[in-house]
Nanobody, 126 residues
Framework: VQLQASGGGLVKAGGSLRLSCALP????????MGWFRQAPGKEREFVAS????????LYADSVKGRFTISRDNAKSSVYLQMDSLKPEDTAIYLC????????????????????WGQGTQVTVSS
């Protein structure tokens, strides 16, 4: 079973994009979800995460106030709304999932996620 990320593209600085990531329902309902990104020549970095219940979210300082993570359990999908995009946001964005119990808060530790998608390219021009 693979995670399917979509919604990337080319946008000018200051613009917006909305990324989506889907996981089959049975797995999604038991999963906390996260978004990470990797720019050319750089290490993968945490972007945002949301707990299984949706009650806990976590953001990297670099995106706080600009990006919003959300989930729709009825559609078995997690979203990343990205506003006020900057050229330094250019990267491949990856979604990841981890099976957890309901009360576990969101985490930015990549090692905690056991399932990863192939990613979607986001390019922000200046």
């Amino acid at each position: 079973v693979q995670l399917q990320a979509s919604g990337g593209g080319l946008v000018k600085a200051g613009g917006s994009l909305r990324l989506s990531c889907a996981l089959p329902g049975r797995l999604f309902s038991r999963a906390a979800m996260g978004w990470f990104r990797q720019a050319p020549g750089k290490e993968r970095e945490f972007v945002a995460s949301i707990s299984r219940s949706g009650g806990s979210t976590l953001y990297a300082d670099s995106v706080k106030g600009r990006f919003t993570i959300s989930r729709d359990n009825a559609k078995s999908s997690v979203y990343l709304q990205m506003d006020s995009l900057k050229p330094e946001d250019t990267a491949i964005y990856l979604c990841a999932s981890r099976q957890t119990i309901l009360t576990v808060p969101a985490t930015g530790d990549a090692a905690e996620y056991e399932r990863w998608g192939q990613g979607t390219q986001v390019t922000v021009s200046s």
